[in-house]
Each structure stands twice: as C-alpha cells, then as structure tokens.
C-alpha cells in the first residue's frame, strides 16, 4: 500500500493563499465607469420592459401584460361599510349602528351555498339545526356551550351583528372569526341561512309565498 505523507508546512500555505486569493477577488478596487465582473450573477442582471414596448415572449407582442378579468387591488379601501361590516355608514367603534337587511340580493342557489358553509364551519359547535348541541359540544360534555340560535337573544339580533359575529368572532374568539376562510359573500349566504334556519321553529302559513300555499291547498285558516 503506498504511502501518501502530508507536509504540514507546505498544506498550511496552500490553504493561506488560496483564502487570500478569494479574498483578493471579492474586493472590488477603485471606482470604475465599467460594469463589474459577476461570475454569478444571482439575477443581478434582468431583462427590463417599459409598459408599452415589445416583448416577442408573448404572443400578442406586448410587454404589458392586461389585468385578469376579476381581479381587484390587494387590500383595496373597503367604503362600503354595510356589505363589509355589517355597519350603517353612520356608525362608530362606540356606538355601532347594525344593518337590519342583508345588503345583498341573494338567490335560492345562494342560501344552499349559505347552508353548506354553516355545514362545514358552524355544525361543529352550533348543531346543524342551531341547537348548541355539534359534536365539539357533545364532546366537552357540556362545558363548552355555544349560542342556541333559536333564542330570544340570537332572535332580535339584527343581521348585520350576525354578520360581525362570523366575521371577527365573539368573546376573545371563543368562536373564531372566519373573515379569511369566507368571503364576503359566503358569510352574508351563512347569515341568511341562519335566518332560514330561525324561521323554521317561527314560521306560520302567512310567511308561504301564495303560489306555493294554492299548489298544496293550504289556507291561512289551516
């Protein structure tokens, strides 16, 4: 087997100058009217278009590329406070004014999709009926008791607290906010769901629309 002997001197100076021969490359020296010389080059240096010029990349050669149909600014100034907040325009932090109709006109296929984002986020504690009995509640074993829906208080509430409420949450978020998982538009589907599900323990034939009440042969007598 041969023998290979490592002469320490010699290793130690071979080391040193190859540290000093990088340190020697990473200084740049005097000011120069010259580009630097950049082995990598890290995206240092880019392709740049202005808004109007030409760009063969794409297909209709035009560097500026057009919006995505639908798409809105990033943290865009939400004015209208009744849609987004739930809020008149009048109210303040102190004394909060709640909308009393749902700033929405909403569909049949709205309420439906309503009812399957109060499957999905309120069931687990509310029950799907509103009776305070999901089964997270079920599991606590009781000690964890979310709001019956169908109560006196959860009754008066105007819409647009039932709104605030899926928005932001309620007491220190011992039910969490949504604001995030739900747009705007699924949590005003979310509250006129809720509505529904009130009117179901309320309703008389007087609120059946008439066509419906005469295809059945109800009367408001019944």
Same mark, same amino acid.
């Given at each position: ?8 001197k ?5 080391? &040193? *100058? ?11 020296? $005097? ?5 630097? @010389? ?16 030409k ?14 149909? &639908? %798409? ?13 907040? &739930?809020?008149?325009?009048?109210? %303040? ?8 109709? @749902? ?9 439906? =999709?309503g009812?399957?984002?109060?499957? !999905? ?7 799907? *009926?509103?009776?305070?009995?999901g089964?997270?509640?079920?599991? *606590?074993?009781?000690?964890? =008791? ?14 647009g ?11 220190? /978020? ?15 589907? !979310?509250?006129?769901?809720? =509505?529904?599900? $009130?009117?179901? =323990?309320? *309703? ?13 042969? /109800?009367?408001?007598?019944?």
């Amino acid at each position: 087997m041969v023998q290979i002997k490592c002469n320490n001197k010699l290793f130690s100076s071979i080391i &040193g *100058a190859t540290f000093l021969s990088l340190t020697l490359i990473g200084c740049r020296g $005097q000011k120069s009217e010259n580009p630097p @010389i950049l082995p990598i080059q890290n995206m240092v240096e880019q392709t740049s278009f202005g808004p109007q010029s030409k760009n063969e990349f794409y297909k209709d050669g035009r560097a500026y590329r057009p919006q995505i149909l &639908g %798409t809105v600014e990033f943290d865009k100034p939400k004015t209208d406070k009744r849609l987004y907040e &739930g809020k008149e325009p009048d109210s %303040t932090e102190h004394d909060p004014k709640w909308v009393k109709k @749902i700033p929405l006109k909403l569909s049949e296929k709205d309420i439906q =999709r309503g009812q399957a984002k109060y499957v !999905v986020f309120c069931t687990p504690c509310h029950g799907y *009926a509103g009776d305070s009995d999901g089964l997270v509640t079920q599991r *606590a074993g009781g000690v964890i =008791r979310p709001s019956n829906i169908h109560d006196k208080e959860r009754l008066a509430l105007p819409v647009g607290k039932i709104y605030d409420a899926i928005h932001n949450g309620v007491n220190n /978020w011992n039910m969490p906010g949504f604001a995030s998982q739900l747009s705007v538009e699924d949590k005003w589907a !979310v509250v006129a769901y809720v =509505r529904a599900l $009130q009117l179901t =323990r309320r *309703a008389t034939l007087e609120n059946i629309p008439a066509d419906i009440k005469a295809k059945h042969g /109800w009367s408001n007598k019944q």
